[in-house]
C-alpha cells in the first residue's frame, strides 16, 4: 500500500486538518486492478486504516483528518475500526457516489454517528441533483481552475450558508492571497505554499545568519564540535532543544556546558541534529508546513537510501531533502540559497539541476507527496522498487517526525 498526507490550509497559512489519500496497489504492475479486480478489498477505508495504524497523532494532533470513501466502503462498519473521535475525521467522497436513496441514507447514519461529510469533484451542473446530499455536508471542495469561486461562494452561502467552503488546486500564492481576503473558505489546498523563489532578498535577518553559519561548519568533512557548540550558545530556542536532545539519548547526564553537550552526541549526530533543528528554526516566519515539509522528506530520502541501492548516500539523500526548499526558507533563488550552506556538488545538482542519482529520488519523493499514484507505478517498475519498502519508509518518517519535536509537534 501507498499513503500520502495532503495539508489544508486556514486563511493564516497554518494548517488545519490532512487528507489521506492511499492506493493498495500497483496498476501498472496489476492491470486486473484495473479491471473487475479494483473490486477486491473495495470496502476497506484506506486512509482510515492509514490513520488506525499509525496513531492518530502522528498524523496530526487534534486536527481534522479527511479519509477517502467509495461507493462500496462507505457501507462498511466504519464505527468499528475508527478509534479516532468521530467529530476530528471528515468522510470524503466524489460524484461516483450516486444522489440514491440508499446512499443518502447512509450518509445520513454516518452524519448521526458525528462523522463530518465532504464532497469533491462536483459540477455546478450537478448541484441541483446533489441537493438532498449537500444538505448533509459540512464541506465541498470547489476547484479554483474549474470553477467561477465567486458565483459558487454566493450560490453556497445563500442556499446552503452552515457549509464550509474549501478552495482547492490554489496554486499561486497572490490567488491564496486574494481568495484569503474575503474570509469566504474556511480551507485552502494547493502548492501555493512552497512555490521556489526566483529572485531573493538582498539580505538575511540576523538570526538567520547565525543558522546559516552553523549549516556551514557542520557541512564541512571534518567540523570542530566546539565552533558549533559556541554558535548554538548564541540562540536560547537550540541551546534547549540540544539539551532536551542529550538528556533524551543519556538520563543523569549532568551536563556541564553546552560543548559537553555537543561533545556527548558526538560529530555524526550533531551533524545530523543541527542540519535538521536549524533548518526549523529558519522555517518560524514560513507556514509550518514548510518545516514539515524539509523535514519529511529528509528522513523520507535518507530511509529510501536501501530501496533504490544508495545505501551510502542515506547522509547526503538526508540533506538533500532537507534543503530541497531552501529557496523558500531563505527567500533567494536555490542556487544563491546553497552557496550559503556549504552542501556538496552532488545535492547541488540534484537540487539546481535536477541531475544525478539523489534528483531520481527527489523526483520520485515529489510524486509520492502529491499521491500521484501512476506516475509513481511506473517509476516503481523502471527502478523494480516494491510498495512495501516505500510505505514502510514513508511511516517511519511521519513517526521521526513526531518523536523530533514531541509535544510541540502536537500543536502545530
Partial sequence: MLATLIPLFDRNSAVSAYSVFAQKQNFLLNPSMLGTGSLDGAGAILGLEVVESLGAG??????????????ISMFSPIEDVCTMPHDKVVLLFDHNVPAEDMYIKRLQQLKFMGYKLAIRNLAIEQFKEYAPILQLLDYIMLDYKKMNMEAARNFFSKVYPDMSLIAVNVDSIEDFEELAKGEAYSL??????????????TKVSPLKVNYIELLKIVNNPDFEL?????????????????????????VNSEITSIRHAAAMLGQKELKKWINAVVSKQLCADKPNEITRLSLLRAKFAENLATTFEMASL????????????LDIILD??????????NVSKEITEALVDRKGEMAKVLDFIECYEIASWTELSRQMILYNIKEGPVYDAY??????????????????
Fill in 58 to 71: 502522528t498524523l496530526s494532533d487534534n486536527q481534522e483528518v479527511f479519509v477517502e470513501l467509495s461507493k
Fill in 188 to 201: 485552502y489546498e494547493g502548492d501555493f505554499y512552497r512555490l521556489p523563489v526566483t529572485k531573493g532578498k
Fill in 226 to 250: 566546539t565552533k558549533a557548540a559556541d554558535i548554538i550558545g548564541r540562540d536560547t530556542a537550540l541551546v534547549i532543544d540540544l539539551l532536551k536532545m542529550v538528556n533524551h539519548m543519556a
Fill in 314 to 325: 542515506s547522509s547526503e539523500l538526508f540533506l538533500t531533502g532537507l534543503f530541497s526548499v
Fill in 332 to 341: 533567494k533563488p536555490m542556487t544563491e540559497a546553497l552557496k550559503m550552506v
Fill in 395 to 412: 511511516v517511519e518518517a511521519l513517526s521521526w517526525y513526531r518523536d523530533l519535536f514531541g509535544e510541540e509537534t502536537a500543536k502545530k
